[in-house]
């Protein structure tokens, strides 16, 4: 778990995080100090393998309206927690939507232009590698694009 900002903490669940968690009651899930814990749900995200041509197109992009509204919120909640210094824990299994969350809430919320400078001050902060596939490319531009009008 490593200190995104002041009162915001990040974790990325690894496979062997997941047996330590199981066996373990004293971790930083059951930490009481952390008041607010969101676990990113990405049940609805990259599940549009067993479309081909136009469905799938049109598949994708229903997936990404949702996980645009679904990452507004969270990053709303972020910025509220900071703000009002609530001890918030994000964690996720999932490295390309923890990526996304942390890239669009440092373009939407702390000024960073979406460049190889950003992701290297990022990633100096983390104790995980960034990871974005194509389609996360695609809900980062589309907020980006969103935020620049």
């Known amino acids: 778990m490593i200190e995104f900002l002041p009162s915001i903490y990040i974790y990325y669940q690894t496979e062997s995080d997941s047996n330590d968690i199981r066996n373990n009651n004293n971790n930083i899930l059951t930490n009481p100090a952390i008041k607010v814990k969101i676990k990113l ?3 609805y995200w990259m599940n549009n393998n067993n479309f081909i041509g136009d469905i799938r197109r049109e598949y994708i992009k229903s997936e ?5 509204k679904y990452m507004s ?3 709303n909640t972020i910025d509220r927690n900071y703000k009002n210094n609530v001890d918030t ?3 996720s299994d999932n490295i390309d939507m ?4 942390l890239i669009v809430f440092t373009f939407t919320r702390c000024g960073f232009t979406y460049d190889e400078k950003m992701i ?3 990633q100096s902060k983390l104790n995980f590698r960034l990871s974005i596939s ?7 531009k589309y907020f980006i694009l969103y935020y620049n009008k």
């Open 98 to 101: 923890l990526s996304g969350l």
């Open 41 to 43: 749900d990405n049940s």
């Open 73 to 75: 919120g969270i990053i």
């Open 64 to 68: 990404i309206r949702a996980l645009y």
């Open 134 to 140: 194509r389609q996360m490319m695609l809900l980062i």
């Open 89 to 91: 824990l994000i964690y």
């Open 120 to 122: 290297k001050i990022l």
